[in-house]
């Protein structure tokens, strides 16, 4: 089984200021970035780690896992 991403994204997210602000459909969470002033849709099963280092780029974030 893949290893999951969430809690380093998340860890990662929240590091830079990043903070929840709603569920969104299904398995996924919107979070707000206020690097690019935008909310971003954050798989809770991100178990790619492709899509959650695109989620850190889309939040404005030059960080990688």
Known sequence: MAKGYY?????ILKKH???LSRQGKGSHEMWYSPIVNKSVSVPVTSKSKNMANKV???CGIDEKL
Do not use: A, F, N
Not at 7 to 11: A, F
């Open 17 to 19: 200021g990043c903070y």
């Open 7 to 11: 809690r380093d994204l998340v860890k």
């Open 56 to 58: 850190l780029k889309d």
